[in-house]
């Protein structure tokens, strides 16, 4: 058992911008340049406001009718507010949107970033790149950033997911580390190859691909023909295209894993004062475990800065893969990091997905909103799974896609390939924990054990 040392840490400010509060905290993010834009239009003319979030900065550009040069370049929200209420009080009031409807409009809780992002920070003379995520431009950030600081660094990696570990190989020195998860061993012993083959394969023999590609690709009757027959006469090669498919996401496959440091269960210590277990990087640094997304998930916690590295335990819809955990441990996981937030007091939250978020109550009201997603979306396909006892794999999805709940209407606008979220392995790992087996595998027919 251990206690975990903390000292007093700068309250953030209510209203204080986000980029600020992550200089403050040491925390530098690297992450996917996002643009949101919002035109209102009265008559002939309109107001036209665009929002750039690039590495966590928010700037906001303000745009009348046709102009191509902005009215206002603005960095801070309550400068906006003014700037947009001042615009809109000089045109028609009651045809513009208020500034309360454009933030709605405008509102960056419902972005969802499709390259986790990267944080950096320093312990000491150290310091730690927690995942160095996917795409040359992003390794290319990163290397420059390193150059400049010049100082030993480390690389932390939240899970086996290769959009979160893609730029390892590119970044990582001779004296660099990559810390991972015990399970990571047996996860990329065959190589990260053998394991995509071995998970679609599984994939292929669960669901209906020609019935996945159907709902996900909208390919003509005869190019669907193609595919269904491509995929029952040459399964090994339907599946390497798969492979070289997915592949495109994440450019190159190479873990750096001579460079693995890895966290034995041997070392592992149960921190008592917040019930959860996992092991000390270094002073003022610890990895949680927190499995759901992924058995080999970590969280990272620097408590000094009351900040938290989540990863990927808030995605909807979780978990992604097929040969990941079952449904109910990341509503566990969640709730121990809800209470782990409300313990330390935790407000700076460091999400793989969304905005980072801070401020205690927002942050224990985000997990919250997402864990009770996942068991609405958890418990409404149960009940549509359980209206018959057996299903073959067509009709199934097919009930589920006519659901009128907004939460799997949510599941399926979020769905593969926009997102790394796969409804399909979703159901298919629902019906298994029901108690459902293949009976069928040509028509992947289930149905009820008894």
């Known amino acids: ?87 809109r009080d000089k045109i028609k009031p009651e045809e513009v949107l208020s500034i309360q409807e ?8 419902k972005l969802k970033f499709s390259i986790p992002h990267s944080y950096y920070f320093s312990i000491g003379e150290t310091a730690y790149l927690i995942d160095s995520s996917t795409s040359k431009k992003r390794a290319l950030n990163i290397k420059s950033h390193l150059h400049s600081t010049a100082k030993p660094f480390h690389i932390l990696s939240s899970h086996y997911h290769p959009d979160h570990w893609a730029n390892n190989v590119l970044l990582a020195n001779r004296n660099t580390r990559i810390y ?147 449904q109910p441990l990341i509503h566990a996981t969640i709730d121990q990091v809800i209470q782990l937030v409300i313990t330390e007091n935790i407000d700076l939250l460091l999400p793989s997905h969304y905005l980072p978020i801070s401020g205690n109550q927002k942050i224990v009201e985000h997990l919250t909103e997402q864990k009770e997603k996942l068991q609405h979306c958890y418990q409404s396909i149960c009940n549509i799974i359980l209206e018959q006892t057996s299903w073959e794999w067509r009709k199934l999805m097919q009930a589920v896609y006519q659901s009128s709940d907004q939460i799997i209407q949510e599941a399926i606008r979020l769905n593969w390939p926009k997102t790394i979220s796969n409804l399909d392995i979703y159901v298919a790992f629902v019906l298994q924990e029901l108690g459902y087996v293949m009976v069928d595998p040509s028509t992947k027919t289930w149905r009820i054990s008894k």
């Open 180 to 326: 991972v998860h015990h399970a990571a061993r047996e996860i990329f012993m065959p190589g990260y190859h053998v394991l995509m083959y071995t998970y679609l394969a599984k994939f292929f023999k669960t669901v209906d691909v020609v019935d996945v590609i159907r709902r996900t690709f909208r390919l003509s009757r005869r190019m669907l023909g193609l595919a269904a027959f491509f995929i029952r006469k040459t399964p090994i090669l339907a599946i390497l295209v798969f492979q070289a498919y997915n592949m495109k996401f994440v450019e190159r496959f190479r873990s750096g894993k001579k460079h693995f440091y890895y966290l034995d269960k041997d070392d592992q210590v149960v921190f008592e004062d917040i019930n959860m277990s996992g092991w000390k990087i270094t002073d003022g640094l610890i990895a949680l475990e927190t499995p759901g997304h992924s058995y080999d998930h970590l969280a990272f916690y620097i408590p000094d800065r009351k900040t938290l590295f989540t990863g990927e335990i808030d995605v909807f819809l979780n978990p992604v893969s097929i040969i990941d955990c079952p």
């Open 1 to 87: 058992m251990e206690m975990l040392e903390t000292t007093p840490v700068k309250t953030i400010g209510t209203n204080q911008n986000l980029y600020d509060v992550l200089q403050e905290r040491g925390i530098i993010v690297f992450s996917q340049n996002i643009t949101l834009v919002k035109k209102n239009q009265f008559g002939k003319r309109f107001i036209r406001i665009r929002l750039d979030i690039i590495d966590c900065r928010k700037q906001f550009t303000i745009f009348l009718n046709e102009e191509k040069t902005p009215v206002m370049v603005i960095n801070q929200l309550s400068q906006f507010q003014e700037a947009y209420q001042q615009i």
């Open 102 to 109: 454009m933030l709605r409009e405008l509102d960056e809780k």
